[in-house]
Every structure is written in structure tokens, then in C-alpha cells.
């Protein structure tokens, strides 16, 4: 499948290779394609691996992702084009975390609303999926790399776009008992809320290398 | 132990009604002693439970519970007096969420601050532990209603009144393994923003009966 990754940071490059490893063809792109982030990462990964501007990378893909910044997250997209973006699965993984005042971050949109929902409204033809917000990267593309059962959220108002995404994720190797689907975009509220709650644990634990399970009755 | 209980709802009726069981001597407090759930709390569970204002409650404990709306926690503590407060261990259950727009609620103070921060600059002697507030009342005093490992967090600066709190919680059937300290009472913030995480399962779920599991690595 072909993937466009919209941000060169952290979460962009996990989720870039493993796509590539997995077999998908993929543009990393950024504001400017001259990027060495970028083209340091398309370097050595094949012909699958491509580095270009954020319009590269979302008219490239038939899936694109958002792994930007969330506070940079708008106008990166505005910059990928709500045409490139239209029909498309745009799978947000982004946190709106605000680092201005220092740690703990704050959330520079919540409560009342949510990036994700945002994001649907700038790009109403766009099928925004909300997913993997709630973990560190590496767990995001490595669900193994935490032992046993935890699980991965994702909400959206498009049901074929969150099978679609359910599918990437069972290729990261997600169990679909581990995937759930908490509902409508507005769910990205919830979703994204939850990483202050993350930040919170990663101070008490030393470490981005948990996740959590919902166990129910 | 003689424990106050402030706030007659689902939660401090939960509270009250588990320590009572435990053997503890519990006064339910509201804002009038005369209010009907807090007596018929009290009715039936003998000598150990008793009705009375926010102030006897909170006179009456060696420990007090904030068991109100966290919307109108500060006034009801204001209300138990802040000398009956003093030196004591305040375990603050409550999540600031206001309903006024609806389903799903939005939390009147979040993001910056928090609650339990809230409440430990109010009343600075007093011994904050932000803790329970993460689940269901069923859930908080029977841990065992959801089945196998699933957690449960409390922030606060006093090291001594956390090991307090972490006695009870074991008394109502917390496991030690599952008390996780997420540190001082700042990290309130993650733990109240997360209740907007668990009104999303909720509704997802469409039950109260589940709680988290933090798995690490």
C-alpha cells in the first residue's frame, strides 16, 4: 500500500520504517524535502523509502498519517493539501502537547475539543481516524516490546477507515482484541486527554515503555 | 479508625458504607445533617455509622474523604472547616466534571491545574492524596468486581499519608502491587484529565465495570 507520514520527528520515522519493512511504499514528508531528517531516514531503506514535501507524502499516499507535532499538526496538513487529503484515511496520531511552559506539558487544545476533531473539521473529506496517540513510538509500531495484553484506541466517524486501520495495526502486530474502538471522532477528546495521564505515569516510571489494558468485568 | 466522610452521593455512600463493613467508625457528612440519603445511609448499619454535617464528618476523622462533586468540592470543604482538616490525611476522590453542556462532560478545571492541587493549596495543612478517582464507586471499594490485574493511582506530597491511604486501599482489597504512587500531588492533573479517557470507554463499553491495567515494559 502506498503511505504518506506527514512529520520527520520521532513517531514519523517509527511508523515510516516499519510500513517499509512491512512491505508498504512510503513518503516521509516534511515542510522542506531537503530535510536531512528525512533523507537520512529514506537513505539505506530501498526503493520503498522516499523523503518529499508534505504534499509529496499525502498525494502519495492512499493512507495518510499525521505523525507531526500536534500544535504544528494543522498547518502541516493545510500545507499537505485538503485535496491530496480528500477520500483519503488520515490516521492522527498526533498529541496537541504544549511544551512552552516547561514539564509537565499542557494540552494547547482540549477538554472542549480535541486535535482530532479539528482535524476533521479543517478536512471534512478527509476520514479521520484517531489512533496510537496514547504510547510512546516504539511501542506504537512494537506492541511486543511491552509484555502480555494492552491495548491500542482508536475512534472516527468512518467505519471502513478504522477497518483500515485496523488492519495496519494488526500488521504492527496488534491483536484485534487489543484494538478498541471507543466511537466517533469526538473520542479523540478522551484519547488525547489520556496523555497527561501518560506523561504522568512516564514520570513515575522512569520510562515511555508501558502501556496500558482496559480489563473489563 | 474513625474516618469522615464528606459527600453523600454514590461515591461517599460507597466509601462510607465499605469502611463501616471494615470495621471503621464513619460520619457521612452533608451539607445538612438532616439530609435524607446520609440517614438512611446511617440507618441499619448500627453504632459505626452516623449522618452528620460536612463539619462533623470532618471533625470526626482521623482521615476525611472528598466524596463531593469535585464542582462544588471547595466549598464543602470550606464548609468542613479547614481546622477540622488541619494535619489530617485528605483523601481526594472527586473529579471536577461539569455536566452544564451535557454528555460527554468537560472538567471545570484541567489541563494547567488540577483539583487536588486545588485543594492542597485551600487547605495547605491538611495531607492531600488524589487517589480512586479513576473508576467506578462498585469498582474503588470491590477491586475484585473486575477480574484479575487492574490498578489503582494516588498523587500526593505527603509520603506518609500516601502509605495511609495505599492501608486502606489495601483493606479494600487493593493488592500492593496494584497501589501505583504517580508522585506528588501535581500529578492530580493526569489522573483527573484521565476521567475524560474513562467517560470514553464508558460510553464505548457501555458499562462502568472495567479499570486499567498499566503494563510495563
Given at each position: ?7 520527520t520527528?520521532?513517531?514519523g520515522?517509527?511508523i ?25 531516514w529514506?537513505?539505506?531503506r ?6 518529499g514535501?508534505?504534499?509529496d507524502?499525502a498525494e ?30 488520515l490516521?492522527d496520531?498526533?498529541n496537541?502537547?504544549?511544551f512552552s511552559r516547561?514539564?509537565?506539558p499542557?494540552?494547547s487544545?482540549s477538554?472542549?475539543d480535541s ?7 479543517a478536512?471534512p473529506?478527509a476520514?479521520?481516524v484517531k489512533a ?6 516504539n ?14 484506541f482508536?475512534?472516527g466517524?468512518d ?6 486501520v485496523a488492519g495496519?495495526?494488526?500488521e504492527?502486530g ?5 484494538i478498541?474502538?471507543v466511537?466517533?471522532?469526538?473520542g479523540?477528546r478522551?484519547?488525547e486527554?489520556?496523555i497527561?495521564?501518560w506523561v504522568?505515569?512516564?514520570g513515575a516510571?522512569?520510562?515511555p515503555a ?8
Open positions: 500500500m502506498r503511505v504518506g507520514v506527514v512529520g520527528g520521532t513517531v520515522q517509527a515510516g520504517g516499519r510500513l517499509v519493512e512491512l512491505g508498504h511504499e512510503v513518503v516521509l514528508g516534511s515542510r522542506d524535502s531537503a530535510n536531512p531528517r528525512a533523507v537520512d529514506a537513505a539505506g530501498g526503493d520503498r523509502a522516499r523523503a514535501t508534505f504534499a507524502a502519495h499516499g492512499e493512507i495518510v498519517v499525521n505523525a507531526t507535532a500536534g500544535v504544528a499538526s494543522l498547518a502541516a496538513l493545510e500545507a499537505a493539501g485538503a485535496g491530496n487529503l480528500a477520500g483519503k484515511v490516521v496520531v498526533a496537541p502537547l504544549d516547561g514539564f509537565p499542557t494540552l487544545v477538554n472542549t486535535l482530532g476533531e479539528q482535524i476533521q473539521r478536512f473529506a476520514r479521520v496510537l496517540n496514547t504510547m510512546n513510538a511501542v506504537m509500531v512494537h506492541p511486543a516490546a511491552v509484555p502480555g495484553d494492552h491495548d491500542v482508536m475512534a466517524d467505519a471502513e477507515a478504522k477497518r483500515t495496519l495495526l494488526g504492527f496488534w491483536p484485534a482484541e487489543s478498541v474502538d466511537g466517533g471522532i469526538a479523540a478522551g484519547l486527554a489520556y497527561l495521564f504522568t505515569l512516564m516510571f522512569g520510562t508501558f502501556n496500558v489494558k482496559a480489563v473489563r468485568a
